[in-house]
């Protein structure tokens, strides 16, 4: 998280992981062991973890808490389906590495991944300006989106925008 992409504390992947086998997603210490060895895949600092498993052929719910913050599962058997959160603070910490752990020891058939920066530190306005992506008099406006601007972009003087 060097350079230009220092302005936030910490990267969180919000995963969604479909066609996994029903018996890995019931399995509470096969889950907690692989979401240990997760944490440490990252680069992250183990501090405690707590799993749950519902009764009968239901899911498990779980948590592995870091120094750097946490990983966390919730699963649906029935649906071949879990829910994963990798949130990793700290430069020395790549999430990542995680997911592709996850991946290789869930085997999941789809995988979705949102990232999201965490903290962030500096305005959008601002670090758009810091490394040049604005032209002179244009605006970043990152609460709403607009049809036809692209990433919150909206035109002033010498803006250039179009529709792609």
Request: aromatic share 6%; glycine share 12%.
């Amino acid at each position: 998280m060097g350079g230009h992409f220092s302005r936030f504390l910490g990267r969180h992947l919000v995963c969604e992981l479909h066609g996994i086998s029903p018996g890995l997603l019931r399995d509470k210490e096969l889950l907690r062991n692989v979401l240990l060895r997760a944490a440490e895949a990252s680069g992250s600092t183990v501090v405690g973890d707590y799993f749950y498993k519902f009764e009968g052929d239901m899911g498990v719910t779980g948590v592995v808490v870091v120094a750097e913050s946490h990983l966390s599962i919730h699963t649906w058997p029935e649906y071949g389906y879990a829910a994963v959160d990798v949130f990793t603070c700290g430069t020395h910490t790549d999430p990542w590495r995680a997911l592709e752990l996850l991946r290789d020891e869930l085997k999941p058939e789809r995988v979705e991944v949102t990232e999201m920066t965490r903290g962030v530190l500096e305005q959008p306005q601002q670090l758009a300006e810091r490394i040049g992506l604005l032209a002179l008099g244009s605006q970043v406006d990152s609460r709403v989106a607009h049809p036809g601007v692209r990433h919150g972009l909206r035109g002033g003087a010498g803006a250039v925008l179009r529709e792609d």
